[in-house]
């Protein structure tokens, strides 16, 4: 059958391997964003889809739009004239493409809200903070910062510690921080962007759930799992990249989200079984 968005091939029980369009998630119920699910309906997506968005990359024969197949790494195709370009034509113009695409530089600089430019600022006095064993457990917090710098001295967040902290924007997490716990930013409605250290290897269960706001994280290579419901109703969320590191991806860390993965090539195709199940659509990097 036909996409009922992009007009392209597409089977019932899978997104779209054109526009992501994924049946079961019942876009017709809402004829303008929900406040739910932050879903679109059919006709804002087709309204979208024939204007031209920022940063991507148009054919260069009759400047229609360029999607890439489920799990192609080879080429780009125009949904419109078929031209397609081969892997030398997209190492030209993928660099500069990429990072309009995903929205940020390879080195973080240039965000909204980047911490070069924005004030952070410290609360330990609303931080609650437990040591056990030689580790320093935040347990809690009771303030209101929007820009809030942890402690140095954490080793762990712990589970639900920011849960419905309405207030927090940005949060610094420091370099030493192992472990994040369950639901540790659960219903942070106004948080936009999080960078998540190198030495975390799981993003836990409901970590960043009904984050409505959530528009950039970093996830540190040497990542290996993401859990069930780890980013559930994230609805900002547009773009996220993959480090090859990872190995676990759940059918269900993504839920209710319209959410494009992009990975390298190679992580691609090891994990070809992972993003079939879980219904990801993914690019190569």
Same mark, same amino acid.
């Given at each position: 059958?036909?996409?009922?968005?992009?007009?392209?091939?597409?089977?019932?029980?899978?997104?779209?391997?054109?526009?992501?369009?994924?049946?079961? $998630?019942?876009?017709?119920?809402?004829?303008?964003?929900?406040?739910?699910?932050?879903?679109?309906? $059919?006709?804002? *997506?087709?309204?979208?889809?024939?204007?031209?968005?920022?940063?991507?990359?148009?054919?260069?024969?009759?400047?229609?739009?360029?999607?890439?197949?489920?799990?192609?790494?080879?080429?780009?195709?125009?949904?419109?004239?078929?031209?397609?370009?081969?892997?030398?034509?997209? !190492?030209?113009?993928?660099?500069?493409?990429?990072?309009?695409?995903?929205?940020?530089?390879?080195?973080?600089?240039?965000?909204?809200?980047?911490?070069?430019?924005?004030?952070?600022?410290?609360?330990?006095?609303?931080?609650?903070?437990?040591?056990?064993?030689?580790?320093?457990?935040?347990?809690? +917090?009771?303030?209101?910062?929007?820009?809030?710098?942890?402690?140095?001295? %954490?080793?762990?967040?712990?589970?639900?510690?920011?849960?419905?902290?309405?207030? *927090?924007?940005?949060? !610094?997490?420091? +370099?030493?921080?192992?472990?994040?716990?369950?639901?540790?930013?659960?219903?942070?409605?106004?948080?936009?962007?999080?960078?998540?250290?190198?030495? %975390?290897? &799981?993003?836990?269960?409901?970590?960043?759930?009904?984050?409505?706001?959530?528009?950039?994280? &970093?996830?540190?290579?040497?990542?290996?799992?993401?859990?069930?419901?780890?980013? +559930?109703?994230?609805?900002? $969320?547009?773009?996220?990249?993959?480090?090859?590191?990872?190995?676990?991806?759940?059918?269900?860390?993504?839920?209710?989200?319209?959410?494009?993965? +992009?990975?390298?090539?190679?992580?691609?195709? $090891?994990?070809?079984?992972?993003?079939?199940?879980?219904?990801?659509?993914?690019?190569?990097?």
């Amino acid at each position: 059958m036909a996409c009922p968005v992009c007009g392209g091939p597409f089977r019932e029980e899978r997104p779209c391997p054109r526009c992501g369009f994924d049946q079961g $998630l019942w876009y017709e119920r809402y004829a303008t964003l929900s406040p739910a699910t932050g879903l679109k309906s $059919l006709r804002m *997506l087709r309204k979208e889809r024939q204007q031209p968005g920022r940063g991507r990359l148009s054919c260069p024969r009759c400047g229609g739009r360029l999607f890439s197949a489920l799990l192609d790494k080879e080429s780009l195709c125009c949904d419109a004239c078929g031209f397609c370009l081969d892997q030398k034509q997209l !190492r030209e113009q993928k660099t500069s493409w990429l990072s309009s695409l995903i929205g940020e530089k390879p080195d973080g600089e240039g965000l909204q809200g980047d911490p070069q430019t924005s004030t952070w600022q410290e609360d330990p006095e609303n931080c609650r903070i437990l040591m056990d064993s030689g580790r320093a457990i935040l347990v809690g +917090y009771t303030g209101n910062c929007s820009m809030l710098r942890l402690p140095e001295e %954490i080793t762990v967040i712990g589970g639900h510690a920011f849960e419905d902290c309405s207030s *927090l924007q940005q949060v !610094r997490i420091p +370099y030493g921080v192992r472990e994040i716990g369950q639901a540790a930013f659960a219903g942070c409605r106004s948080l936009r962007q999080i960078v998540l250290p190198a030495g %975390i290897t &799981t993003v836990q269960a409901n970590t960043f759930a009904n984050c409505s706001r959530l528009e950039s994280v &970093t996830l540190p290579e040497g990542l290996l799992s993401i859990e069930a419901n780890a980013f +559930y109703c994230c609805s900002a $969320l547009r773009r996220l990249r993959i480090p090859d590191s990872v190995r676990n991806i759940s059918e269900d860390a993504f839920r209710w989200t319209h959410l494009t993965l +992009y990975a390298s090539s190679r992580w691609m195709e $090891l994990n070809r079984r992972t993003l079939e199940k879980a219904q990801l659509f993914c690019m190569p990097l």
